[in-house]
């Protein structure tokens, strides 16, 4: 194992190795201070780049990007009260009362060491992990794997943030859209409706950037205006080292948190954060300056949200299970160049996952040592308005969904789970087990028939390793029943407490008719997809239909309490206290109006994407941004003349030049097929 991690580090003499570590560890810091992106963003839109390219370049360009998303996401945060991603907002709290007091440069320095450290800690994890699961991951036959996926996808549903049947519901039906195409048992096509071009399955990277990235657009291009108030840098940045090498042990404590948060599927970075806070503010003896400039508030959660990164990587290289949603892209992506999470990763490809691991932690020292040199241009950045910046970043991504398969269909699947993206997004539902569930869809389907056809009946259950999982499977759920119940029981004792929840700013439209909505289609596509399985093969039907089984007992719940809130919201308001008084948080959530100025700009921004697909399908992609650009960025972000015409003129150039530079080919229209 020494040899093959000198080798990995003597690979990266490479030329070519170092300037993709470096271009991704520049992109990624740029895409950390754009808000609503963070490692998911940056995953998708640079995972379409590297179709083409060997797999140990890809590899450095994405995990330069992942390593460091999250080290300048700091800065929006610090100076202007404005988090770059949700984990951020944990470093907000003490980082902008700082930066108020005319210490920023104190409060940066804090964040970047502990981002910096939190990454080469998380490396340090990942690369013990591998001597010590190595034993462990070789044991492991298919009904172990078999398991796996399942707790991959039953576990990122329970521990996301947010309803845990909602997220039980999105997981399934994460994994009836991962099964669309050929049956991997019995190379039946399943639910294709004839068509050849669903016959390959969904392309993952459409999926991926549907689902998060035109969502996140849609949702956030409203913001025509960039943050004009700024802080200015100040002095600190000596006490700021000082103070940092004081609370070095909170460093290792918020790392050792960010880790283990990041093995778990679907905890993710933000919750990460704030458990390390939650352990700051606790440990310490002198809780008074939390909130008002502490620096042990910055330290333990910068250093976790770097080092989650590098815990997702844990179970998704060594068991085939993403944690988060850019593992599940990173592991989509070494499906494509024919490298096999888990076992064989390591017996073949041992080489590579300590590639990984030096690419992180040099990532993590060089994205710091870039952020001290170049903060103050990297706030500018942040001033310029989000709706200027989806113009390129919807150009962008299209072009990147068209590289995979090079099908415009792709992108039309990707407009259409955009919108159904954003309907998640605004109504509460959790995206993390949707897009994991459709990763392991198949994976999960192969091990158990293959599990099935080696052992009789059950006896795979008596494995003590299907027995430990198991109990990894049922503990959260009694969990989590047992905090049901007690909330239930406590609920008209504790009101006040309940009063003091935020108010979900990530889920604007939960409990309206939008909610009510996204309900009825889960309900209706578990239907569909249950009656549509019935004319399969008993082998290729077994599965959907089990899955679409357990997605109408969830979505039929979901619907239910959505129908029963109206009801009660109906009532006289005598009746409606005391219907509150009975159910607790049902009836205490009132109905929202449905039709906001947010949904509806939000749709007129996936109608201006449509008509760009639509230019592009008639004329291509180049005519297409020469069109859209322009008029997006006028009447959309209502930009000036001047901006709108130098902006299209550096985008068409730098389109232009793209595929003489890098394997890209761009979409041709119905016109250039005439030509």
């Known amino acids: 194992m020494l040899d093959s991690a000198m080798a990995a580090l003597a690979s990266l003499a490479d030329p070519s190795l170092l300037i993709m570590l470096l271009i991704g560890t520049v992109a990624g810091l740029i895409m950390g201070l754009i808000p609503g992106l963070g490692g998911t963003g940056a995953v998708a839109i640079l995972l379409p780049i590297t179709f083409g390219m060997e797999p140990p370049q890809a590899l450095a360009l994405l995990i330069g990007a992942l390593a460091v998303v999250h080290t300048s996401d700091t800065v929006s945060a610090v100076l202007l009260g404005a988090p770059g991603s949700a984990s951020a ?26 981002s910096m ?3 080469i800690i998380g490396a340090v994890g990942l690369t013990l992990a591998i001597p010590l699961a190595r034993p462990l991951v070789l044991s492991f036959a298919s009904p172990e794997l078999f398991m796996l996926t399942v707790l991959g996808v039953s576990l990122a549903a329970v521990l996301s943030r947010g309803n845990i049947i909602k997220g039980v519901s999105a997981g399934l039906l994460g994994l009836i859209l991962g099964m669309v195409g050929t049956s991997p048992t019995t190379a039946e096509e399943r639910f294709t409706f004839g068509s ?72 993710g970075a933000t919750a990460g954060t704030w458990m390390a806070y939650g352990q700051a503010v606790a440990t310490a003896k002198d809780k008074r300056q939390f909130g008002k400039g502490d620096p042990r508030g910055i330290v333990g959660p910068e250093s976790a949200n770097n080092s989650v990164e590098a815990g ?18 990173l592991l989509g992506m070494l499906l494509t160049y024919g490298i096999q999470p888990g076992p064989s990763i390591i017996t073949e490809h041992l080489d590579l996952m300590y590639l990984i691991v030096w690419s992180f932690a040099i990532a993590s020292i060089l994205g710091a040592l870039l952020c001290f040199l170049s903060v103050k241009q990297l706030a500018k950045l942040t001033k310029v308005p989000f709706a200027v ?48 569930g459709f990763v392991l869809a198949i994976p999960l389907e192969r091990y158990y028939f293959l599990t099935d056809s080696l052992y009789e009946g059950f006896d795979w259950m008596a494995r003590p390793g299907v027995l430990v999982f198991l109990a990894i499977l049922i503990l959260p759920m009694i969990w989590a029943l047992i905090k049901f119940i007690r909330a239930r029981r406590h609920t008209n004792l504790d009101d006040g407490h309940r009063d003091e929840q935020p108010e979900d700013d990530e889920a604007p439209l939960k409990n309206s008719t939008w909610s009510l909505a996204a309900s009825g289609i889960f309900f209706v596509a578990f239907a569909a997809a249950f009656l549509s399985s019935a004319s399969f093969s008993p082998e290729a039907r077994l599965v959907p239909q089990l899955v679409s089984t357990g997605g109408l007992i969830f979505s039929g719940i979901l619907l239910f309490m959505e129908i029963r809130r109206r009801l009660r919201g109906r009532t006289p308001h005598a009746d409606h206290t005391l219907a509150e008084k009975a159910d607790g948080s049902l009836g205490k959530q009132p109905v929202k109006a449905g039709w906001t100025l947010d949904a509806k700009f939000a749709l007129k921004t996936f109608l201006w994407m449509t008509g760009f697909l639509a230019l592009t399908a008639a004329f ?56």
Do not use: C
């Open 312 to 329: 997702d990587l844990i179970p998704t290289l060594l068991f085939g299970i993403p944690g988060g949603v850019p593992s599940a892209m």
């Open 196 to 267: 050849l071009f669903l016959g390959d399955g969904l392309s993952l990277v459409a999926v991926a950037l549907g689902i998060f990235g035109l969502a996140e657009i849609a949702s956030r291009a409203s913001q025509r205006r960039g943050e004009k108030q700024t802080i200015s840098l100040g002095g600190g940045w000596g006490q700021g080292i000082r103070e940092w090498l004081s609370h070095w042990t909170q460093v290792i404590r918020g790392a050792l948190i960010g880790i283990w948060a990041g093995v778990l599927p679907g905890v």
């Open 117 to 119: 450290a939190g990454g």
């Open 89 to 114: 907002s944990v470093t907000m709290l003490d980082g902008y009362s700082m930066a108020k007091k005319g210490q920023a440069a104190r409060a940066l320095t804090l964040a970047f060491l502990s």
């Open 389 to 436: 910046l989806a113009a390129g970043l919807v150009a962008i991504m299209l072009l990147g969904s068209f590289q995979e398969g090079g099908q415009l269909g792709d992108l039309w699947i990707m407009i259409i789970l955009g919108v159904f993206g954003w309907l998640l997004k605004s109504t509460g539902f959790p995206r993390a087990p949707f897009l994991i």
């Open 620 to 675: 291509g992609y180049l005519i297409a941004v020469t069109i859209f650009i322009p008029a997006f960025l006028l009447i959309v972000a209502r930009a000036r003349l001047k901006v709108a015409i130098i902006y299209t003129g550096v985008l068409y150039i730098v389109l232009l030049a793209l595929p003489s530079l890098l394997p890209i080919d761009l979409p041709q229209g119905w016109l250039n097929t005439l030509v």
